[in-house]
Structures are given as C-alpha cells and as structure tokens.
C-alpha cells in the first residue's frame, strides 16, 4: 500500500471517530450556551428551560425523522457541520437583540409567549441540522448505530466537563462559541475524507473572530438607551452595569439587582428586623450585600456579621465601582464573607445568630424557591436564638393585590407560620415578613424609639414615613388578606411557592398565560400523574399503525426518552434541594449521566443476549433506579447518591437505546427512526417534567408518575415479547 493510501485509510478512520464525537461535542455544547444565554434575555425559570430543552428535543427528533428524505450524502457531513456553527452565531446575535423585536426595553422581563416562539425558532436553527447529522453519521459507518451513539455520547460527556470547567469560568457567552466553531473547523479541516469548502471556512472563521472582538460592543449597542459600562460573565450569570450620573445600576442576567447608591433599599433590607433586637451581636445576611445593607447592618455597634454571597465574582465588582470609603466596610473586622450557597453555609455552620436577614431574588425557579420553603426556615431556626427574627423581602403592590399575589403572598406567610409562631408583615411595594417565636412590634412608635435610642441614623426609615408606611388600619388589612386565604405549605419536595409564583410572574404578561398555568393546576392530579403514559402511548399508537409488531421496539425508546430527560432533571432539582446549587457539581452530574449513557451502549456490544431479554433487564434496571429514588427522596443522603443514581440511569438509557434501536434500521432507511422517537419522548418530558410536573405535582408524585410509565412499558414486553425479536 502506497503511503498516499495509508494516509487516506488512516484520515477515514479518524473520520469515522470524529464525526459522530463532534456531533455530541458540538451539539452539548451549543445547548449549555443556549440555555444560558435564555436566562440572560428571558429571566430564565424551568418553564423557559423546559421550551429550549423541548424544543431541541423537537427539532432534533424531526430532523432524525425526515433525514431520509432529503439527498443526502457522506460529503455532506462537513457541510452540515459548518451550517451548524454557522447556525449558531445567527442565533445567538439574534438572542442578543431580541428585545427589539419584542418591542421591550433594557431591563424589562419578557413574558411567556415571546419566550416560547423564539426558543421555537432558535431551536429549529440548531438542532435541526444536528438531527440530520445523526442520521448521516450512522449512514457512513454503514449502518453501526451502536459505534454512533458510543461516540456521540462520550462527545457529549467531554463538552460537559470542559464547557463548564474550561469555558464558562474564563469566558464570555460569545468567546466561548467562537473557540468551540474554531475548534470544530479545525477538526473538519485536519480530519475530514472529504473536500472542505475553504472560501465558507474562512467566512465562517472570520466570523467567529468578530464574535470574540465586538462581543462587549454588541452588548451595548443591546442596552440602549442605557449606557452600558462594563459587563462580566462569572459561573452564576451575567452581571451589567449602567451607570447614569451618579447612579449606577447592576444587572443580573438582564434584570436590575441593585442601584448604587440606594439607600431607601438598603435601609428596608436591615432595619426592620435589627429594630426589633437593636442589641443583636450575631446578624446573618443571604444576599443582598451589594444593596448598601452591609453598610447599614455595621451602624449597630455591638454586631458581628457573617454575608453570605454565593458569586465570589460580585464582590470585587462591586468593589470596582464604589467610591473608596464605601469599600472600606467589605474590609471591616466585624464582617466575615461566606462564598457558600446559604442553605449549605446554615448546614454547615454551628454559629447561632440573633437575627438573619434572607435578601435573595423571589422563587422565580426551583432552584430560589429552596430558600422558601419549610425546611429552609426550620434549618434557620435552628440556628436562631431563642428570641431570634428572621426577615424576608418579596416584591408587592402599594394599594392593591390581585388573586395572584395574594396567592402567593399567602404561601410565604403560611409556610413561616408552620415554622414560627409571630408573624408581621410590613406593606408597601415591597412587603417584608419578620418571622419570630419572641415578641414582634411594627408600632412605629416602637421603631423610631429604638432609632433614637441607639442613635441609628436613617434618611428614609423615619418617623413621618413609618407613621404612613405603618397605619393600624393597613397593616391590618394586609394581613387579613394575606392569612384569610387557605393554601399549601412550601416545602422541598412538594414547591407550591414556586408554582404561585410562576402564576404571578405570567399574570403581568396577560392573563391568557396565567389562565394556561392555572388550567394545569385545577386538573385533578391522578390524570396528570397517567398523562405521560397516555402521551407515549398515543406516539406509539401512530407509528404501529405504519409498522405494525415491527414496531413494538419503538415503544421503549419513546418511554425511555421521556423517562431519562425527566428523571435526569428531578434528580438534578434533587441534589440542588439536598446540597445547594455548586456550580462545579452540577457539571459532574450531568458527565456521570452522559458516561453512563456511553458506558450503556459499550456493555451492548460486549455483552449479548437475545433482545427480548436484554430490554426487560434494562426496563427492570429503571424501574428498580425509580423505586429507590422514591424511597430515598426524604432521606438524609451522601451527596455521591445522585452521581450514582445518574450513571446507572445512563447505563440503562444508552444499552436500552442501542438494543431497541437495531431492529428499527432496515436498508438504512429507519436511521434516525430510533433516534427521533427518544428525542421525541424527551420532548415530551421537557415541556411537561420541570415546567408542570414539578411545582404542580412535587418530586415524590412526579417520580411515581415515571413509575407507572415504566411498569405499563415492562408489562407490554412481557406481554408482546415475540414481537421483540423481530428481524
């Protein structure tokens, strides 16, 4: 063999790895960076992560499915490659001034239907393409679809681990898509068979380099008319900062988190609470320090502060941009900075505080709703003295509350009084709830008589504002309407606060977006638990139609899609409730899944049995991971729990995935018909799993819903299990 041949054989079987490890690579890669990038423009919740995670699914599925139709070839895989990335620098423009075309300003939250269009359009620009190229992948290798998964999953595996370890931490949005294009081209361009169109790499690699040099240009050019001065990208989001005069503002993920200087702000946050034990020595604050609240805590002599601040990246922005004798209070020797989630720091601490002070966004996802919950405030008072206040700020209206709000007030105040026995609410924009089992007073003659007593000077916390701010008449009209409504309590496992939240959130974009949250809430919850089973049924019912018996191996693909992207976001939800949102963490988790999901689809090769066998092992495998995971849910657990009960999902998924995939593929033509029904199944498990079935139906009631999904799955093998076994 000529040394020309053993270079082209060797570029083919290089080729034959590449293609299909770029295909997971890339495609991971550009979701992480989608979903991020939605949270930035969309004030992301699991409503909006589940239309981008449904959405790909969706695309992806039917770009799987109707590959077959197009005319496509083995030369075409270069191509597609390059209209992916290509695709992605088009979309993520797009998202960076998509509020143009929403018609909203800079600051201002978009609604639901504007949420879900675009992340329709988006999707269908990226994941598309990424359907056809797993179809075309199994193509080349001649029909291995085994060899295609095993690859494509360990590519998905490997841009987990280096997208959130290598990328995010150093990296913006934009600098990050433009390496992974370079790093794709130059793959295509070193290993490709096939000839590269070079005048469209070079086009597309200029591109990518203007994404890296105008990426904060674009940005401010996207916050007009507001003048944007700086922006930074950490692991927790993306924090801008507008300063107009004096003023400047802070932005997280595209929403205002603080105004410097705001003292009014600040003033609220701390004095409320620390008027009630002005001799406090121990003062605990979740959040917030970038408010002037720090500054205002200090103005109590005889108090120690722990801050609790999970981004270790705000403070020294914050220190960027405060004049030098506002930085010199992150220097006091009476404050000590926590870079902890705060229900980790209240678990790991032995400390007992006098009074704690939770200043964090509302329960605007589930992972914000942990710290409005029932358990969040038994674990504070736990560390709370005997007579010790707890403080919570959540937004209101100053003279009127509507259904909603009332709603959802209602549930705070519900779930602190499972917990404490006094409660006040303070009204105003903002409603604060002090939480006690000593006296409470909001007298303002009370308040302003310890003002003057310690000598805490205020400019907006007075006599004249507290006397109107705090009328007999009110405070207690507030509080009657708050506490008269009936609702459930907030707790880990079952988050009501974060579903009346959601049905507040969408109230302010229209009522018909509300309406559609409150339909799914009065549906009786035994329909909503046999729901999945009624959709993959119905899914499977369709394609028996076209393929008869040769189609029952479909029917575990459509339930396995459903129930792994389903689970693998419960357990998620779980391991945040369990141990506090760590972004490195969360990062491993989603690997574990993705190498087992790999390590799956190696066992099927290794090991073989008759397929009817092998499909009710892998059935009974998750059915028993389900089993235990129910048992386990209220449990005091190892954190390496969830890793384990991810990579043995994934076992299962990826070998289950593999044996029900080969009886589908006929001549080449059924490809993509495996692949497009478990995206199609997880599809369905993304729009229904962390949007609905989670706030609505809690963890414990959403996993005996994937139980019985499953059972009814076992069943129907056993049943049909000739069927199984057809060639």
């Not at 299909?20 to 699991?46: A, D, K, T």
């Not at 070079?202 to 904060?216: E, G, N, Q, T, V």
């Not at 495996?674 to 993304?686: I, N």
Request: proline share 5%; charged share 15%; glycine share 6%.
């Amino acid at each position: 063999m000529s040394l020309l041949s053993r270079s082209h054989s060797r570029n083919l079987d290089l080729s034959q790895i590449m293609f299909p490890f770029l295909l997971g690579f890339l495609s991971i890669s550009m979701q992480i960076f989608l979903l991020r990038e939605f949270l930035v423009q969309f004030y992301g919740n699991e409503i909006i992560y589940g239309f981008v995670l449904g959405f790909w699914l969706l695309w992806g599925s039917l770009g799987s499915l109707l590959a077959s139709k197009f005319s496509l070839q083995k030369k075409h895989l270069p191509l597609l490659f390059e209209i992916a990335i290509f695709s992605s620098l088009v979309v993520f423009s797009g998202l960076r001034f998509i509020r143009f075309l929403w018609g909203k300003p800079f600051g201002e939250s978009l609604g639901i239907s504007s949420s879900f269009f675009t992340a329709l359009i988006c999707c269908f620009l990226l994941s598309f393409p990424f359907g056809l190229l797993f179809f075309l992948n199994v193509a080349y290798l001649k029909g291995d679809l085994t060899k295609v998964y095993l690859l494509e999953s360990l590519g998905a595996c490997l841009a987990g681990l280096i997208v959130d370890l290598g990328l995010i931490p150093f990296f913006t949005c934009w600098q990050s898509i433009a390496l992974l294009g370079i790093f794709s081209l130059l793959l295509l361009l070193l290993f490709s068979p096939n000839k590269i169109n070079l005048v469209a790499s070079a086009l597309i690699s200029i591109a990518l380099f203007l994404f890296i040099i105008f990426d904060f240009q674009t940005q401010k050019i996207a916050t007009k008319p507001l003048p944007l001065i700086k922006s930074h990208d950490s692991p927790f989001g993306r924090w801008q900062v507008v300063k107009i005069d004096e003023q400047i503002t802070l932005y997280q993920d595209g929403l205002a988190a603080a105004s410097i200087p705001d003292p009014a702000e600040a003033e609220e946050i701390t004095h409320f609470a620390l008027l009630q034990r002005p001799e406090a020595k121990k003062i605990l604050l979740i959040g917030g320090g970038f408010s002037g609240a720090i500054e205002e805590i200090l103005k109590y002599p005889q108090t120690s502060l722990d801050y609790v601040e999970i981004d270790p990246d705000i403070i020294p922005l914050l220190k960027s941009l405060l004049p030098s004798e506002k930085k010199s209070f992150f220097d006091s020797p009476r404050l000590t900075i926590h870079h902890l989630d705060g229900r980790a720091f209240l678990q790991k601490t032995k400390e007992i505080f006098d009074v704690v002070i939770v200043a964090i966004p509302e329960p605007a996802t589930a992972q914000l709703n942990r710290f409005y919950t029932r358990e969040f405030y038994s674990l504070i008072k736990d560390r709370l003295s005997n007579d010790g206040v707890v403080s919570i700020r959540v937004s209101s209206a100053e003279n009127y509350q509507s259904l909603s709000l009332t709603l959802y007030l209602n549930n705070i105040y519900a779930t602190l009084s499972s917990v404490f026995s006094n409660i006040e609410i303070i009204p105003g924009d903002t409603n604060i709830f002090l939480a006690s089992d000593g006296q409470l007073s909001i007298n303002p003659d009370f308040l302003v008589t310890n003002l003057k007593k310690y000598q805490i000077e205020t400019r907006f916390i007075r006599a004249q504002t507290l006397a109107a701010r705090l009328s007999p008449l009110r405070v207690e009209r507030l509080k009657s309407k708050v506490s008269s409504l009936s609702s459930s309590i907030n707790s880990d496992l079952q988050p009501k606060g974060f579903f009346y939240f959601l049905i507040h959130w969408a109230s302010q974009f229209g009522l018909n977006e509300a309406r559609i949250l409150e339909f799914f809430a009065k549906i009786p919850q035994i329909f909503l638990i046999f729901l999945p089973l009624l959709l993959c049924l119905t899914i499977f019912f369709f394609l028996f139609i076209v393929r008869g018996k040769a189609a029952l191996p479909g029917l575990p693909l459509i339930v396995l899609g459903f129930t792994s992207l389903m689970a693998e976001v419960l357990i998620l939800l779980w391991f945040q409730i369990r141990f506090g949102y760590i972004y490195e963490k969360i990062a491993l988790l989603i690997a574990f899944f993705m190498f087992g999901l790999f390590a799956g689809a190696f066992f099927s090769q290794k090991f073989t049995s008759p397929k009817g066998q092998s499909l009710l092992a892998d059935q009974t495998l998750i059915l028993v991971i389900l089993i235990f995971l129910l048992i386990l849910l209220p449990v005091k657990i190892s954190s390496f729990i969830p890793y384990f009960f991810l990579f043995l999902l994934g076992v299962a998924g990826g070998h289950l995935f593999v044996v029900s995939n080969l009886p589908l593929i006929k001549g080449g033509q059924s490809y993509g018909l495996g692949y497009g029904l478990d995206l199609a199944g997880s599809f369905l498990g993304a729009i229904l799993g962390s949007p609905l079935f989670f706030p609505i139906l809690g963890l414990p009631k959403s996993i005996l819903s994937l139980l019985i999904l499953n059972l009814s799955c076992l069943f129907l093998l056993l049943f049909y299990r000739p069927g199984f076994n057809h060639k």
